[in-house]
């Protein structure tokens, strides 16, 4: 992915109102050829509409779309280049998977010896060949996602649109449709949305992850960058866990929590006297391998904890403070290693650079 | 799907192609630009026709409300008014109770034969309303089985009209009664029944204000159907004039029709009220069920059930028997005097020019109703819920859809007269020709038909059509592949409702009807006006026959659509 190629589609200043209702404002986007994009937000903060948007489907108040260089704002849906799989999947109930799949391809003046083929490839494609004569009530729920997507497939577009297409399904099923979704595009290298509200979805499948909240974008970047820099404390409460404390900035790269002076890494451009939110994972609690140079060591209680299957979640209590509580996970290994129990006190540490300084103390 | 790598080349290499070449968007435009303009012919212009009818004098001069105040200070007239008020409020007053006990019956007890009974009380919806006139006059007129039964009284008038409505407008209460019983939610009488509540109490607390907008709507559709009703009055009311009657008598008798339309607009009245209170009543009846609620599975109990089976035993007999009746005494020489049997009744010529003629065209105009309304509602219906260009059109074509249904049909049969004869319409020609019959009785029923079909397209996935855009197919396309195909049992019920509506209709093309195109149920009014009862009778028993027959093969058929054209339906 050069960077000096033009981006495949490019969004400028998108808004959309239902009345008085802003649903979308101020929306920029690029999305790059062959990109797997998730948007990923809350119930209602406009994923769906932004989806449609771009697709023709509810068109948009003010803005441009530009899609493989056209302008195609105010075009039609079947003036723009699509495939689409909704949360229903909207398949035709009374055609055949077939017959489904061959929707778009047969009125193209295509022989149907041509089609029948193109039909069998990509059934073989989502991993249901022979299941062809079927009707979609006789499929289940991840055959009938196979099914919708393929169709989407049919006609080869550039543009591939998903609405959730994998929240109908049980979360065993999920995971497996989700890996095989994401393999699939990356033979296929069809240029991707996918709206989810699935933070573990976008996480595991997304090139790029778009946030949204409340209409607007909050912060688009790599699944790694979302998780390890979240721009907000929104997307930082939102994405993965967090724990928020209030803090004062203390001096450069020097905040204090109650009685604990902590260092963090990235460069705050907060003055000295500022109160800030920290916020930090609670995988990021650091238990072994602590030294006498260790930053921001502190002894802590250990208060309760929980079991979650493959790690434990615990709340820490700093001994020089009553009121501060902080989450922590840790990994069973750890526990059985450090011989962790409920009540006990041992020695922890924040790293520096896992440490998250926001603006506003109080909230 | 992971480990077979088909030749994505070929996949690349596919379908680039083909912009669609009509755009979609104008032929949507075109449709929906159509739909309206044959709405606004069939339903607004005559009714636009007779609002500023009344409102000119015989000559055309506009004379403001003088015709309503003349028409207030004629007694003649006036006095029809109030027997119209009169006859269907008794009306009223003695069919909603009946019909809800008919109702609770068939909903909450566990009587046998309930589908005997629920046919039993539909027979008179596939007949001509007058024909439950002539079975009357059969059993209780001068000539009748039981004419020492009216104890002196005469049954030539209110008292005949109000008996003879009240089988007509049984079925329809009864209908609105069903459904509004089944709605009710089932644990709300259980959980009153294991409190131990009475009988009496559950009924008056539970049953009855769970069905009251049943009630409601009921009241209004029963008033409405029995205040506009033309058949029944002119058959039985004898001297007893009432609105509809007069309208007829103005317009056709008297060639006054400013009168008529005045007339016409005092029938609108109750039917516009009607029509909004039946909103209303949807509305709230809708929002009372929550979407846990239960339907109520009715237990035996011995002595109730005794009770309302022999109720509903009554009822339905008095339903049954003056059609029985009427259908026997069409065989008969000489009622009461010589009862021997004979076919020469059917021998309609004898006593109506047109003979059995009427009866095709009956069945013609049936058919193409059927046909071309159908098809229009269809059409219309989803043009108006699934095509999403152009939403201010189509809310327009929505309101011209649903206006028909606060119109009577003699008062839009009025409004056509005063549209096509009027010297200024290039369309006067259709005047008397089956064309202006087809497309009244296609406005007279389109509403039902219309509800029946958006019901019908709501349950689809909105998003076929985002779908097909996607793909780049029109909506056309879809429709004809998918959204037909899908809809065809409702598409089967417009066509049956529309087709048995056609057939039994007589208020609204009693006054269109033409020399070569009378209908059957016109015939049978002027068979009865030529004192040829027993032919009368023939006819409508047979127009009966058909609708029944009609609605039977219906039931065949939906069974078999659903059965094996429609197999994708089971898993
Ligand atoms: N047709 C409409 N009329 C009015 N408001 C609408 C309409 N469609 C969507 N909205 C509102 O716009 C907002 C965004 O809706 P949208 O469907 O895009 O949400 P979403 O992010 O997809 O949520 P979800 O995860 O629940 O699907 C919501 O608050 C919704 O209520
Ligand atoms: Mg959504």
Known sequence: MSTTAPPFLSIRDLSKNYGAFRALHDIDLDIRRGEFVCFLGPSGCGKTTLLRAIAGLDQQDGGTILMGG???????????????????????????????????????????????????????????????????????????????????????????????????????????????????????GVTTIMVTHDQEEALAMADRIVVMRDGGVEQVGTPEEIYRRPATPFVADFVGHMTFMDAIVTGPGRVRVDELDLLVANATPFAVGTPVRLAMRPEEVRTRSIGEDTPNRFEARIGDLAFLGSYCRAHLEPTSSRSTRIAADFSTNAMRDLGITAGQVCTVAFPPEALHVFAGGAR | MSDLAPRLTMIDASVKVAPVRISERHVAGVLIVALCAVLVLIIALPLWALLSKSLEDTHGNFVGLANFVSYATTPTLFFSLLNSLAVASATTVIVVPLAFLYAYALRRSCIPAKGVFYAAAMIPVFAPSLLSGLALIYVFGNQGLLKSWMMGASLYGPVGIIAAETLYSFPHAMLILVTALA???????????????????????????????????????????????????????????????????????????PMGAVVGIILLVPAVLAFFVDRVVQRRQGAMLSARAVPYVPRPDRRRDLALLGFVGVIAFAIVSPYAIAFWGSFVKYWPYNLSLTLSNYNFAAVEPDGWKTYGNSLLLASLTAVIGTALIFIGAYLIEKVKLYPRLRAFAQFLAMLPMAVPGLVLGLGYVFFFNAGWNPLGFLYGTLTILVINTIAHFYTVGHITALTSLKQLDSEFESVSASLKVPFWSTFRRVTAPICMPAILDIAVYVFVNALTTVSAVIFLYGADTKLAS??????????AMASAAGMASIIMFTAIAVKLAHAGLDRLVFGRLQHWRQR
């Open chain 1, 70 to 188: 056209r302008d195609v704002s105010r075009a039609s849906p079947s003036e723009r280049d699509f495939g689409i799989v909704f949360q229903s999947y909207a398949l035709f109930p009374n055609l055949t998977v077939t017959d489904n799949i061959g929707y778009g391809l047969v009125n193209r003046r295509r022989s149907s010896a041509e089609i029948a083929r193109r039909v069998e490839e990509l059934l073989t494609l989502v991993g249901l060949p022979e299941q062809g004569k079927k009707y979609p009530i006789q499929l289940s729920g991840g055959q009938q996602q196979r099914v919708a997507l393929a169709r989407a497939l049919a006609t080869s577009p550039e543009l591939l649109l998903l609405d959730e297409p994998l929240s109908a399904l049980d979360a065993k099923v999920r995971v497996r449709l989700r890996d095989e979704m994401r393999s699939l595009q990356q033979r296929l």
């Open chain 2, 183 to 257: 709605l009710s939610d089932g644990r709300l009488r259980e959980a009153a029944d294991a409190m131990g509540t009475s009988r009496w109490r559950i009924f008056r607390t539970i049953t009855l204000p769970g069905a009251r907008y049943g009630v409601i709507s009921a009241v209004f559709v029963v008033f409405t159907l029995v205040i506009t009703d033309f058949g029944i009055p002119k058959v039985i009311g004898g001297q007893f004039n009432v609105l509809a009657t007069d309208a007829y008598k103005q317009v056709v008798g008297q060639q006054n029709f």
């Open chain 2, 522 to 531: 016109i015939a049978i009014v002027h068979m009865d006006e030529a004192g």
